[in-house]
């Protein structure tokens, strides 16, 4: 005698329901729920964002980590700008620093160091130049500051871009951290240059 035929007819419709929830959750994909205004794309390009700071070479830096953290998500395909379903554009605003800790016998001389990276954004429909969202995101990092002080602001520089990537993507993927709408003005937020400050961000040791 089979087993299915001792089971009652209400355990044998519980086991099946619970078959087909273990089947849809198996296809369920985390970033498959687009905003309403990104609905119908399905392709991204992602040119080298703006640098309107004073650090060096992190436009292509952090370029890379937003296109990867797309490339992770799956949400959106990455491709150029001809074939694209729109175009995100980056603007690199700001690099905030502040020291979280000092030396034990000298207040001037920053041991850790908090570094935020500003990034404005857009996402443009390439066929009829209008803005599909916009805003601004932000990473954060902390780091102890070493002898090598340039490698050690480096890897922060990086960190944070890498969480920066995240909640840019989860934004655009998902809608988390935005209650943004379809914007119908086409001009793009002018950025501002960072100004210049005098103020030395080396430990005292190194100025």
């Not at 949400?75 to 694209?84: E, G, L, M, R, V």
């Amino acid at each position: 005698m089979q087993l299915s035929s001792l089971l009652p007819c209400s355990a044998r419709l519980i086991a099946g329901a619970a078959a087909l929830v273990l089947t849809s959750c198996a296809g369920y994909h985390a970033g498959s729920d687009k905003p309403g205004h990104m609905e119908h794309i399905q392709s991204l390009a992602v040119p080298t964002f703006k640098n309107l700071t004073l650090e060096p070479r992190s436009a292509v830096l952090v370029t890379n980590n937003v296109v990867r953290q797309f490339q992770t998500d799956g949400t959106y395909q990455i491709k150029d700008s001809q074939n694209a379903d729109a175009v995100l554009r980056g603007t690199i605003r700001d690099f905030t620093r502040r020291q979280l800790r000092s030396a034990r016998n000298n207040n001037l001389r920053t041991r850790e160091l908090e570094l935020i990276l500003y990034v404005d954004y857009t996402v443009e429909d390439p066929a009829s130049g209008n803005v599909l969202s916009r805003g601004t995101v932000n990473g954060s990092t902390s780091v102890f500051l070493d002898p090598n002080f340039q490698l050690s602001e480096r890897q922060a520089i990086d960190e944070a871009s890498r969480k920066m990537a995240e909640e840019l993507v989860s934004r655009l993927a998902e809608g988390w951290g935005s209650s943004e709408f379809p914007l119908k003005d086409p001009k793009p937020a002018s950025a501002k240059p960072a100004k210049k400050s005098s103020h030395s961000i080396l430990p005292a040791a190194m100025r």
